[in-house]
């Protein structure tokens, strides 16, 4: 085993045959290093918080055509250094009337159903936490410690905008987790295991040419699970103060930030592993290194989409947010996910190519079907998409005069 | 393995605290909380049986959704917050009646079968549980019937529930 091809499981290797030359059984040791790793894998997601979070605000800052953190350090990459040091300086309030357990056990709940994710991504073709055999299903069960999270934060806080608030983002997460799951069954289905690591082995051809449409929803889903814009109802100021969140300060709060940031990173490592041949790529199999960069530069490219979008889109109403979801991704999902499994069992005997060629067929003709009855629905309530359009362009002019104006 | 035993023993205390509380703290909304904490350590007992299909569906479906669905129904009821008055009514030594009697009659058929006696033979661990599962749902020879039996219940349950939702509203329109 090659250092330069292969860090983690070389010094992996090397731990376990110093800890077992100290005359501990090979077993015992190997337990221990896994141990180690165990602890170092969370460690490492939190720090990378600190990086995630000067990116995020570089980018959105250029996207809003202002510079960004850039006072500390060079181009203000110590800022969110100087952040974390504050609010771990600043001061726990405790309002009067809060149910102490589940309001401290929230922000833990937030930040461990986010880092429980890591476990089964697979980073590299031999760098994994566990292969579990149903890991698809595991990130989807764990993201729903996090949705209990925040229940946890409404209720307790003793705050009806907080109650509130919590009420809606539980609605929203819920629902969102349909269309979610059905198009997470698709990348299964094509794989034919829940493993991750299967799954990416699977991926010679990345599933995104044979599924599209899912993955376009498990994208949108993902972001939606996340909570940020445009449905980042959680934090609507002008209707529910700060949100869920409202009553905490100090460290607390941080941690539902960080649960925030690294559960949009995490999101993109999953869209990567499932839809974008997660490691996969020339000399991945023999030189595991090169694995995991081609899985961060694919991640980092979906991830910037994100944020991207964050940083352009103005946010939905509650009942959008809604409508959208049951009226539009639910069926789209139950639709692709039957097409898929349809095909992929009646043209199970087809050579790869056409089995993929008749996939995108399948799921080019359920967009048109879906695009067919949208313009019937508009029509048939007047709606015209080109007066709309006209009405946003105007609109958007007027509050550039006025700006200009002021 | 001892271990396993250890977290099984941390596991069964943790599980039965949790669910005699559920009926017994004051508060509704707390007995909703430690019904969370009840299943999740059924979820770890699936694992320690190596299910982890049914560990994971067992946090999906009753800590993702069931428990959250408790929580908003407890939330929705009549003064969830401050609820504290009296936890018995006056059918309690019935009730405790009845179930004693149920659990002597679980415990005697339990104790009844060949099972509870002797230690069960180690399955040789087949990787592919999932498989076997997914085959004997939809196999003719398998479980195929009473799935789809199970299916159209819901089905049924779930059609009922947006007839009586409709019909309320449909009320409330002519009046």
Do not use: C
């Not at chain 1, 009405?391 to 958007?396: F, G, K, P, S, Y």
């Amino acid at each position: 085993m090659n250092f330069l091809s292969d860090p983690v499981t070389f010094i992996g290797n090397w731990l376990t045959g110093l800890v077992a030359s100290l005359g501990m059984p090979k077993e015992t040791a190997a337990a221990w290093v896994t141990g180690v790793a165990v602890g170092i894998l969370p460690l490492l997601a939190m720090l990378w918080v600190l990086v995630l979070i000067w990116y995020e605000r570089k980018v959105i800052g250029r996207l809003q055509d202002r510079p960004g953190p850039n006072r500390v350090g060079p181009f203000g990459l110590i800022q969110p250094v100087a952040d974390m040091l504050k609010i771990f300086l600043k001061e726990h309030i405790l309002p009067a009337g809060v149910d102490r357990i589940p309001y401290n056990l929230a922000p833990i709940l937030a930040v461990g159903g986010v880092l429980g994710m890591w476990i089964v991504v697979p980073f590299s073709a031999t760098v994994h936490g566990v292969d579990i055999n149903v890991g698809a299903l595991y990130i989807i069960a764990v993201g729903a410690i996090g949705t209990l999270g925040i229940i946890f934060a409404g209720y307790s806080s003793n705050n009806k905008y907080a109650l509130l608030a919590a009420f809606r983002v539980v609605a929203q997460l819920i629902s969102y987790e349909i269309p979610m799951v059905l198009a997470l069954l698709v990348p299964v289905l094509l794989a034919r295991s829940m493993g991750m690591n299967t799954i990416v082995q699977a991926q010679p051809v990345w599933f995104i040419l044979a599924a599209p449409l899912a993955a376009l929803l498990f994208f949108i889903s993902s972001i939606a699970e996340v909570g940020r814009s445009p449905f980042d109802l959680a934090e609507a100021e002008s209707e529910i103060v700060a949100g869920f969140n409202t009553e905490y300060s100090g460290l607390k709060f941080g941690m539902f930030y960080v649960g925030e940031f690294l559960h949009a990173f995490t999101n993109s490592l999953i869209f990567t592993a499932l839809f974008l041949g997660g490691w996969q790529g020339p000399g991945a199999e023999q030189f595991p290194i090169l694995g995991f960069i081609y899985f961060f530069l694919k991640t980092v490219v979906v991830h910037f989409l994100g944020i991207a979008i964050r940083g352009s889109m103005p946010r939905f109403r509650i009942d959008q947010v809604m409508q959208l979801n049951w009226k539009l991704f639910t069926p789209i999902a139950l639709a692709a996910f039957s097409a898929a499994a349809l095909v992929e069992k009646l043209a199970a005997n087809l050579g790869d190519a056409a089995r993929i060629g008749i996939h995108i067929l399948v799921n080019a003709v359920i967009l048109g079907v879906v695009l067919l009855i949208g313009s019937r629905v508009f029509k048939a309530r007047g709606i015209r998409l080109d007066a709309l359009a006209e009405r946003n362009r105007a609109a958007v002019k007027l509050s550039m005069e006025k700006s200009h104006d002021s | 393995m001892i271990l396993d035993q250890v977290i099984f023993l941390i596991t069964a205390v943790v599980v039965l605290t949790a669910a005699i509380l559920v009926v017994s703290v004051p508060k509704m909304i707390h007995a909703a909380l430690w019904l969370i904490l009840a299943l999740a350590g059924i979820a770890v007992l699936f694992v320690l049986l190596q299910a982890p299909f049914f560990a994971v569906v067992q946090v999906i479906v009753y800590i993702g959704a069931i428990a959250v669905l408790v929580i908003f129904a407890v939330m929705l009821t009549r003064k969830a917050m401050q609820d504290d008055g009296p936890q018995l009514n006056r059918y309690s030594v019935l009730a405790a009646a009845v179930s004693l009697m149920l659990f002597a009659v679980l415990t005697g058929m339990l104790l009844s079968w060949d099972g509870a006696n002797n230690l069960p033979v180690n399955p040789a661990v087949n990787p592919d549980t999932i498989v076997n599962l997914g085959e004997s749902l939809t196999n003719p020879q398998g479980f195929l019937l009473p799935f789809e039996v199970a299916s159209i219940l819901l089905l049924a349950a779930l059609v009922g529930a947006i007839y009586i939702g409709r019909e309320h509203r449909a009320g409330k329109e002519e009046e």
